[in-house]
């Protein structure tokens, strides 16, 4: 069983930038494809971004393209959401999920029940 650990968020200004981790406690991490999503309140969790295991494949929702990205450090089991320019819509709490599929390790997924195994989220909030 896979354990995430989400950490990087916090409060911050509208333009200003977060980093958020997720870090696994497993060596097999690397064979994960991985995904930051969102909550915010009174709305349904929505993908956010997500990246395969060798990093040759990444997704991003269309309002953080440009703006987020998505990269991972497989000798670190972590996976990085770096977020700039951030708006006050971006304010949710945010987790990471991991999913394997060997047979496609190229794929990337963006919907909540193509993962397996979720942290427990980060709370991101953007003033104005």
């Known amino acids: 069983q896979v354990q995430l650990v989400e950490s990087g968020g916090g409060l911050v200004q509208t333009g200003g930038s977060l980093r958020l981790s997720c870090a696994a406690s497993?060596?097999?991490?690397?064979?994960?494809?991985v995904g930051w999503f969102r909550q915010a309140p009174g709305k349904e969790r929505e993908f956010v971004a997500a990246?395969?295991?060798?990093?040759?494949?990444?997704y991003y929702t269309d309002s953080v393209k440009g703006r987020f990205t998505i990269s991972r450090d497989n000798a670190k089991n972590t996976v990085y959401l770096q977020m700039n320019s951030l708006e006050p819509e971006d304010t949710a709490v945010y987790y990471c999920?991991?999913?394997?599929?060997?047979?496609?390790?190229?794929?990337?997924?963006?919907?909540?029940?193509?993962?397996?195994?979720w942290g427990q989220g980060t709370q991101v909030t953007v003033s104005s």
């Open positions: 990246i395969s295991r060798s990093s040759g494949s990444t």
């Open positions: 999920a991991a999913t394997i599929n060997p047979a496609r390790p190229d794929l990337t997924y963006q919907f909540t029940y193509q993962y397996q195994h």
């Open positions: 497993e060596r097999t991490f690397s064979a994960y494809t």
